[in-house]
């Protein structure tokens, strides 16, 4: 279950990046720096409808 709110966590990021435009992908901005350390995060954590398949079959 963290798994997979840690993933859709990620989501707020993706907004910023939008926010900030073409300055989200230049890593002089905290942003940009960011996005590439929480974007991994949720390719490893495998695809949400597998994590909330999985949660229900537990409860």
């Given at each position: 279950?963290a ?26 901005y905290?942003i940009?720096?960011?996005?590439a ?5 949720r390719?490893?954590?495998g695809?949400?409808?597998?994590m909330?398949e ?6």
């Amino acid at each position: 279950m963290a798994k997979l709110w840690a993933s859709d966590a990620t989501k707020a990021i993706d907004d910023l990046l939008q926010v900030f435009g073409g300055y989200g992908y230049i890593r002089d901005y905290p942003i940009a720096r960011a996005y590439a350390d929480a974007r991994p995060n949720r390719i490893y954590a495998g695809t949400n409808e597998i994590m909330k398949e999985i949660i229900a079959r537990s409860l």
